[in-house]
């Protein structure tokens, strides 16, 4: 295959961005080969790759498998590898070359609109998931591409927002996922996100891109841009940033050759980016093989969502009496809602409802919709006439959850209840019915007030096209709920420590909370949850004895070894996962009380008994010196905790550790959370950055902030009307973020996604006028108004 270096420049600055939406770009006479992308987190949503336009709803079919959410609370690593491979076998089948996924980012807030796709609000969960994922998809000879590199972790105002965090946070909580998986999995890509971090945009970013990526981390693959995020070429060639997607039609290709023949870009920076580019089309296999496994997938998504389902409550209610009369109720279990909404949707091959799950089952039961599925809203009478059933049967079965519409990409999520009718019926039914059985369907944790009042809590989250089954699998019992919550359920919003500065700002947010996302926070300071980081029951019951280290002295940067005995005590298979956390006892520099060090999945037999060790790695000790650079471990006595759930230890072992650091430039007393602007500025070793205001207007300026112009609003009317609002999607979630997706484009977007009909020049005119520069640029900007984009919406 030919070397970039034997291109001439343009050639090599064509190479640097998509030739269509989904396609990298070729040269056949050269023989240099083009690589497919596609969408594809927890299922393909594969396209036509010649397409130059953005859709949700015309893609081909494929298995759509649980969600990362999902797939995070079965803690198997192994099954997520598995499905990973099965996306990878469907990847080949629809001629796809590299899977934009998995995401892996921090569930700083569990409002954040995109959580479903997340696997965490820990790191070390997030970052073996991810791994074991790309390791699945990358064993089927195509390539994963992890994102969002880095800090993006709401959907408010993602495409300006800058994120704002303190470098000791930024290592250990929001970079330590993807160091695990770049340095464990090696992917072949990873996308850079539309957010900007400490000022820098993530699409050209040196500090995150070639500093930490590549030379701390020694990543050798592709990084792409979110599509659309590329603001400019020019300093994200410069810091790494190698292929802009979609196509811009060579918006900035020449300000790139622009740059090289000044010399304010090296043209070896053009070369590498070029290099790598070519290295990705070389891997890729380039052609269609084998085809969809429909059945066998079908059956390992059933699988997965089953494992992934956490037993939240049960008074001993389930499983059930194969003969016991239920009242199903809810229209989710006739219309599941199994996926989120946005970029990651899936076309499934089918969909296994509760309903036909009950009906195959050959189980006696009625039921009753009772609500509205897209906004959830149900009269009195339907609540009334469901506990009436619920009354005559011996037991309720309840599906409730978030509609489509209040989750989804493009948007972050108001507050943590569900629908007040869905609580309201919750609470009807379990006053008629004391055998109350609740699963819910969200993606995302929610508020329950009445979860004291039910017999039994299934957490089901979104379980992909077989999570009907997956739900009757489990109420019966065929299915063990293997699942263990990945993130704290808050019993407020107010318990959450990010809350107050989320999202922030539309051009600023700032991560004040530090290091205690999560259930960080609430062991720190003392909240107690709703439902704990780890948490989950299982229908066999577990015998934990005889804890034990390997040594209860190491030397700094040595790994440690637990051994905990797991015995069965049960009458039926079911599977358990031991928790091991660490509390810093050395007071050399300020820690969170407890945190997450390692864990095990066991799956026993009844009566079955296993020795379970896990290994306690030496960087779990560690926290990043921000002064030295690198990570420092203290000297000084840990605590080794043997947990169920962040809040449930079963057991605490001393270990010492020798030849580590005694002292921090960083105060070990410090506050958790700074509130103030002297502890953020203390934290962040500079002052509070000032946030970008609205004017004067810049290619950054969002469609609805130059709208307050009365050039901008005509030029927006203009777009909307030429663009989404042409599309009319039907689907109302799809409308909504869609909506403000719109509403918070940069011009410099627009550009991007214009297929090249709406240039610079054109852009800058725009902002001229309404910076109130002279009429006669009017000209370029009704010029540029002709070249309106089509297409929408972020990977």
């Given at each position: 295959?030919?070397?970039?270096?034997?291109?001439?420049?343009?050639?090599?600055?064509?190479?640097?961005?998509?030739?269509?939406?989904?396609?990298?770009?070729?040269?056949?006479?050269?023989?240099?080969?083009?690589?497919?992308?596609?969408?594809?987190?927890?299922?393909?949503?594969?396209?036509?790759?010649?397409?130059?336009?953005?859709?949700?709803?015309?893609?081909?079919?494929?298995?759509?498998?649980?969600?990362?959410?999902?797939?995070?609370?079965?803690?198997?690593?192994?099954?997520?590898?598995?499905?990973?491979?099965?996306?990878?076998?469907?990847?080949?089948?629809?001629?796809?070359?590299?899977?934009?996924?998995?995401?892996?980012?921090?569930?700083?807030?569990?409002?954040?609109?995109?959580?479903?796709?997340?696997?965490?609000?820990?790191?070390?969960?997030?970052?073996?998931?991810?791994?074991?994922?790309?390791?699945?998809?990358?064993?089927?000879?195509?390539?994963?591409?992890?994102?969002?590199?880095?800090?993006?972790?709401?959907?408010?105002?993602?495409?300006?927002?800058?994120?704002?965090?303190?470098?000791?946070?930024?290592?250990?909580?929001?970079?330590?996922?993807?160091?695990?998986?770049?340095?464990?999995?090696?992917?072949?890509?990873?996308?850079?996100?539309?957010?900007?971090?400490?000022?820098?945009?993530?699409?050209?970013?040196?500090?995150?891109?070639?500093?930490?990526?590549?030379?701390?981390?020694?990543?050798?693959?592709?990084?792409?841009?979110?599509?659309?995020?590329?603001?400019?070429?020019?300093?994200?060639?410069?810091?790494?940033?190698?292929?802009?997607?979609?196509?811009?039609?060579?918006?900035?290709?020449?300000?790139?050759?622009?740059?090289?023949?000044?010399?304010?870009?090296?043209?070896?920076?053009?070369?590498?980016?070029?290099?790598?580019?070519?290295?990705?089309?070389?891997?890729?296999?380039?052609?269609?093989?084998?085809?969809?496994?429909?059945?066998?997938?079908?059956?390992?998504?059933?699988?997965?969502?089953?494992?992934?389902?956490?037993?939240?409550?049960?008074?001993?209610?389930?499983?059930?009496?194969?003969?016991?009369?239920?009242?199903?109720?809810?229209?989710?279990?006739?219309?599941?809602?199994?996926?989120?909404?946005?970029?990651?949707?899936v076309n499934p091959t089918r969909v296994t409802t509760a309903l036909a799950a009950l009906e195959s089952r050959g189980?006696?039961?009625?039921?009753?919709?009772?609500?509205?599925?897209?906004?959830?809203?149900?009269?009195?009478?339907?609540?009334?006439?469901?506990?009436?059933?619920?009354?005559?049967?011996?037991?309720?079965?309840?599906?409730?959850?978030?509609?489509?519409?209040?989750?989804?990409?493009?948007?972050?999520?108001?507050?943590?209840?569900?629908?007040?009718?869905?609580?309201?019926?919750?609470?009807?039914?379990?006053?008629?019915?004391?055998?109350?059985?609740?699963?819910?369907?969200?993606?995302?944790?929610?508020?329950?007030?009445?979860?004291?009042?039910?017999?039994?809590?299934?957490?089901?989250?979104?379980?992909?096209?077989?999570?009907?089954?997956?739900?009757?699998?489990?109420?019966?019992?065929?299915?063990?709920?293997?699942?263990?919550?990945?993130?704290?359920?808050?019993?407020?919003?107010?318990?959450?420590?990010?809350?107050?500065?989320?999202?922030?700002?539309?051009?600023?947010?700032?991560?004040?909370?530090?290091?205690?996302?999560?259930?960080?926070?609430?062991?720190?300071?003392?909240?107690?949850?709703?439902?704990?980081?780890?948490?989950?029951?299982?229908?066999?019951?577990?015998?934990?004895?005889?804890?034990?280290?390997?040594?209860?002295?190491?030397?700094?940067?040595?790994?440690?070894?637990?051994?905990?005995?797991?015995?069965?005590?049960?009458?039926?298979?079911?599977?358990?996962?031991?928790?091991?956390?660490?509390?810093?006892?050395?007071?050399?520099?300020?820690?969170?009380?407890?945190?997450?060090?390692?864990?095990?999945?066991?799956?026993?037999?009844?009566?079955?008994?296993?020795?379970?060790?896990?290994?306690?790695?030496?960087?779990?000790?560690?926290?990043?010196?921000?002064?030295?650079?690198?990570?420092?471990?203290?000297?000084?006595?840990?605590?080794?905790?043997?947990?169920?759930?962040?809040?449930d230890v079963v057991a605490t072992l001393p270990v010492t550790v020798n030849g580590g650091v005694s002292t921090s430039?960083?105060?070990?007393?410090?506050?958790?959370?700074?509130?103030?602007?002297?502890?953020?500025?203390?934290?962040?070793?500079?002052?509070?950055?000032?946030?970008?205001?609205?004017?004067?207007?810049?290619?950054?300026?969002?469609?609805?902030?130059?709208?307050?112009?009365?050039?901008?609003?005509?030029?927006?009317?203009?777009?909307?009307?030429?663009?989404?609002?042409?599309?009319?999607?039907?689907?109302?979630?799809?409308?909504?973020?869609?909506?403000?997706?719109?509403?918070?484009?940069?011009?410099?977007?627009?550009?991007?996604?214009?297929?090249?009909?709406?240039?610079?020049?054109?852009?800058?005119?725009?902002?001229?006028?309404?910076?109130?520069?002279?009429?006669?640029?009017?000209?370029?900007?009704?010029?540029?108004?002709?070249?309106?984009?089509?297409?929408?919406?972020?990977?």
């Amino acid at each position: 295959m030919v070397s970039a270096s034997d291109l001439p420049l343009e050639q090599q600055v064509a190479l640097l961005s998509g030739a269509t939406f989904w396609r990298t770009e070729s040269f056949p006479d050269q023989g240099i080969p083009s690589a497919v992308l596609s969408d594809g987190p927890h299922g393909l949503r594969a396209q036509n790759p010649d397409l130059n336009s953005f859709g949700l709803s015309d893609s081909r079919p494929a298995t759509c498998f649980p969600p990362a959410v999902t797939m995070a609370t079965t803690w198997d690593e192994e099954l997520v590898e598995v499905v990973g491979r099965a996306v990878g076998v469907e990847a080949r089948a629809l001629g796809v070359d590299v899977v934009l996924g998995p995401g892996l980012n921090i569930k700083r807030h569990p409002c954040g609109g995109r959580n479903f796709e997340y696997y965490s609000e820990d790191p070390l969960l997030s970052g073996r998931f991810a791994a074991a994922a790309v390791r699945g998809i990358q064993s089927a000879g195509v390539g994963a591409c992890v994102k969002h590199f880095a800090v993006n972790n709401q959907e408010s105002h993602r495409m300006v927002v800058d994120a704002v965090v303190d470098e000791r946070t930024l290592r250990e909580i929001y970079l330590a996922g993807f160091e695990h998986v770049v340095t464990e999995a090696q992917p072949w890509a990873v996308m850079a996100a539309y957010n900007s971090v400490n000022g820098e945009p993530a699409t050209a970013s040196p500090r995150l891109l070639r500093e930490i990526l590549r030379e701390t981390w020694g990543f050798e693959g592709l990084v792409m841009s979110d599509w659309s995020a590329v603001g400019d070429r020019v300093a994200g060639v410069a810091a790494g940033m190698d292929l802009e997607m979609p196509s811009s039609r060579g918006l900035s290709d020449d300000d790139v050759v622009a740059a090289v023949r000044q010399g304010r870009l090296p043209e070896a920076a053009v070369t590498a980016c070029a290099q790598r580019v070519l290295d990705l089309a070389a891997r890729a296999p380039g052609e269609a093989a084998g085809s969809i496994p429909v059945d066998v997938h079908d059956a390992l998504a059933r699988r997965a969502a089953a494992a992934g389902t956490v037993l939240l409550t049960n008074d001993g209610t389930l499983p059930l009496n194969p003969t016991a009369s239920v009242a199903l109720i809810g229209a989710m279990a006739e219309h599941p809602r199994f996926q989120g909404g946005g970029s990651s949707q899936v076309n499934p091959t089918r969909v296994t409802t509760a309903l036909a799950a009950l009906e195959s089952r050959g189980a006696t039961f009625t039921h009753h919709p009772v609500y509205d599925l897209q906004t959830g809203e149900a009269g009195r009478a339907e609540i009334a006439a469901a506990a009436d059933a619920a009354r005559a049967a011996d037991v309720a079965v309840v599906l409730v959850g978030l509609p489509p519409v209040v989750e989804s990409e493009g948007f972050d999520r108001a507050d943590l209840a569900l629908p007040p009718q869905h609580d309201a019926l919750v609470t009807a039914v379990a006053a008629a019915n004391p055998r109350t059985v609740v699963a819910l369907s969200n993606g995302s944790p929610v508020t329950l007030p009445w979860a004291d009042d039910v017999a039994a809590v299934l957490e089901c989250y979104l379980g992909g096209q077989a999570s009907g089954g997956a739900l009757v699998d489990v109420l019966y019992g065929d299915a063990d709920p293997g699942g263990r919550l990945a993130e704290t359920f808050p019993r407020a919003r107010a318990d959450v420590a990010a809350d107050p500065f989320f999202p922030g700002r539309p051009h600023q947010v700032e991560h004040r909370e530090g290091l205690f996302v999560g259930y960080r926070h609430h062991v720190t300071a003392e909240v107690q949850p709703a439902f704990a980081f780890g948490h989950g029951l299982s229908y066999a019951a577990f015998d934990w004895s005889d804890p034990r280290l390997s040594t209860d002295a190491i030397a700094a940067g040595q790994d440690l070894e637990l051994t905990v005995t797991v015995n069965n005590v049960a009458r039926r298979a079911g599977s358990d996962v031991v928790q091991v956390y660490l509390a810093d006892r050395t007071g050399v520099v300020l820690r969170p009380a407890r945190t997450l060090a390692a864990f095990a999945k066991v799956h026993l037999d009844p009566g079955e008994s296993r020795d379970v060790t896990v290994v306690v790695p030496a960087r779990a000790f560690q926290f990043f010196d921000v002064a030295q650079q690198r990570w420092q471990t203290p000297t000084g006595e840990f605590g080794v905790e043997v947990a169920r759930s962040s809040v449930d230890v079963v057991a605490t072992l001393p270990v010492t550790v020798n030849g580590g650091v005694s002292t921090s430039s960083e105060p070990a007393d410090g506050p958790a959370v700074a509130a103030s602007d002297a502890d953020f500025e203390r934290r962040l070793g500079r002052p509070v950055p000032t946030p970008r205001p609205v004017r004067p207007f810049s290619r950054d300026s969002t469609m609805s902030e130059i709208a307050q112009t009365r050039v901008g609003a005509a030029f927006r009317s203009t777009l909307w009307r030429l663009g989404p609002g042409r599309a009319g999607e039907a689907d109302p979630t799809t409308q909504e973020a869609v909506t403000r997706a719109f509403e918070e484009l940069p011009l410099r977007a627009a550009a991007a996604l214009s297929g090249g009909r709406l240039r610079w020049p054109a852009v800058d005119a725009l902002v001229d006028l309404a910076n109130g520069r002279p009429l006669q640029l009017l000209g370029g900007a009704a010029r540029g108004a002709n070249g309106l984009l089509r297409r929408w919406g972020g990977r």
